[in-house]
């Protein structure tokens, strides 16, 4: 096994050769969870889950009993479920905290390890001293030698408990070597790191007692990287094969590297983001590839799919304003470019299904890269963030209809947007948001919330 230490060039990156039955990609919600609650149930030696939350919610509760009725069934599995430290402990937005005691899913998590006699460890992974400045937003469950990688949390809406969902991309790799890589992650930067803490246990500290630690763990996760087999790097790689990448803070090798996969376009550039926000290394790219005349697609949220949509007739939060602010920021961009999308060579693909949500993010490049990601490719992602991504490299085309096959249940609930004018302005919003938003501009607040949110 081998490091992988920062590379100048994403071609140069080790990879894992993978034959193509190695890998199946669901394209439901609902298939995602059934997926995932059959293989916790058949799980033997290991389960180790990483989100950014694990919800107090019906759905939450089904992953969590399945968890403890897997480590009944084998008192020697070994799991561990990892969760940013700070959503854990806060409940939903808007709603109060008692002080002193620990609230949010933390405190369900403490509650069910009351019910039995068996311990499932939920980890709260502090990135950063204060959610708003870094989360943990790395992605992938490793279930015995299966990686089901999704920007999913564990919740409802993203596992399609009842009536509506939240689209997202759900891959399954059955590779025992990628698997135990990203668990030798897990275990290398979290397991002994000082700052990482259960949550499912009381005595939890508070996070001012532990800053010292949080900033030792984000030093050492900027330098953090997988471990892979030594079969090779991406640039001689004769089929089908994958690596993975991990990053935080600014200018972090998974940035670089996206930004590279772009660059490196010759003929399509496809990307997949919820919120239209891109930092200015991916904007400098697309700007560069569309004068070179690569195609560009970007798959986006109608504003009414975007998670923190608040419908008019429902109580103003201030963070409903968000769709509306990645709206004016996609029609400044149009219209910028409003050249390049009526002679095709840029268009914009809006989602909409009812009153569902978008989540999904990735690249597809030239039918050769496939990006798959949580990293929403934006600010906060490339500076704020712990972000990974898994790149498979297809020179053979072995994953063709699979992925086409994905690609076209996403452009399903989509409308191609062919001029700027289409999309509402500050003038169109609701009077609280459009009073908000103006507010927000006239002391420049909205290019922080940009960089922020």
């Excluded at 943990?136 to 999913?152: C, E, R």
């Excluded at 990053?247 to 940035?255: F, R, S």
């Excluded at 039918?367 to 992602?381: D, H």
Aim: charged share 20%; net charge positive; proline share 4%.
């Amino acid at each position: 096994m081998q490091f992988l230490k920062p590379r100048s060039s994403f071609l140069d990156l080790p990879v894992i050769g993978l034959p193509a039955q190695a890998i199946d990609i669901l394209t439901t919600a609902a298939a995602f969870k059934q997926s995932l609650l059959q293989q916790i149930s058949d799980a033997k030696s290991r389960i180790f889950l990483c989100s950014l939350y694990l919800q107090n919610d019906e759905a939450g509760q089904q992953i969590l009993d399945a968890l403890y009725a897997a480590k009944r069934r084998h008192p020697a599995l070994e799991i561990g479920v990892f969760v940013d430290w700070h959503r854990a402990q806060r409940g939903l937005i808007g709603e109060k905290k008692t002080p002193g005691k620990v609230a949010g899913n933390a405190a369900w998590y403490q509650a069910q390890s009351q019910l039995h006699e068996v311990a499932v460890p939920i980890y709260g992974v502090p990135v950063q001293t204060r959610e708003l400045f870094g989360v943990l937003h790395l992605k992938g469950f490793v279930i015995d030698d299966v990686v089901t990688y999704s920007g999913a949390s564990m919740n409802n809406v993203y596992l399609h408990q009842f009536e509506k969902y939240r689209h997202d991309r759900y891959w399954l790799i059955h590779d025992q070597r990628l698997a135990d890589s990203m668990v030798t992650w897990l275990q290398h930067n979290f397991l002994n790191a000082k700052a990482v803490h259960r949550l499912d246990q009381e005595e939890v500290p508070q996070t001012r007692a532990i800053r010292s630690e949080i900033r030792d763990l984000r030093d050492s996760l900027k330098k953090a990287s997988y471990t892979l087999p030594d079969e090779g790097i991406l640039r001689e790689a004769p089929k089908l094969s994958v690596t993975c990448l991990s990053g935080v803070g600014k200018n972090n090798a998974l940035n670089r590297h996206l930004c590279q996969l772009i660059a490196a376009a010759k003929t399509q550039i496809r990307i997949c983001t919820p919120y239209f926000n891109f930092p200015l290394a991916i904007t400098r790219e697309i700007n560069r590839a569309l004068k070179r005349g690569v195609q560009v697609q970007i798959i986006l949220g109608d504003k009414t799919a975007n998670d923190f949509y608040i419908p008019p007739e429902q109580e103003f939060k201030a963070i409903g304003c968000l769709p509306y602010l990645y709206e004016m920021n996609l029609r400044r961009f149009a219209k910028k470019h409003q050249a390049e999308m009526a002679d095709g060579g840029l268009q914009f693909h809006l989602w909409k299904d009812a009153e569902n949500s978008y989540h999904l993010k990735g690249l597809w490049i030239d039918q050769l890269y496939t990006v798959v990601t949580g990293n929403n490719l934006n600010p906060r992602a490339f500076r704020l963030d712990l972000e990974n991504a898994l790149l498979f490299t297809d020179p053979k085309g072995e994953l063709h209809q699979q992925t086409d096959a994905e690609f076209s249940s996403i452009m399903q609930h989509t409308s191609l947007l062919t001029h700027y004018r289409h999309l509402e302005k500050l003038s169109d919003y609701p009077p609280q948001v459009r009073q908000l938003l103006s507010r927000l501009s006239r002391v420049r607040l909205d290019h922080l919330a940009y960089r922020v949110l």
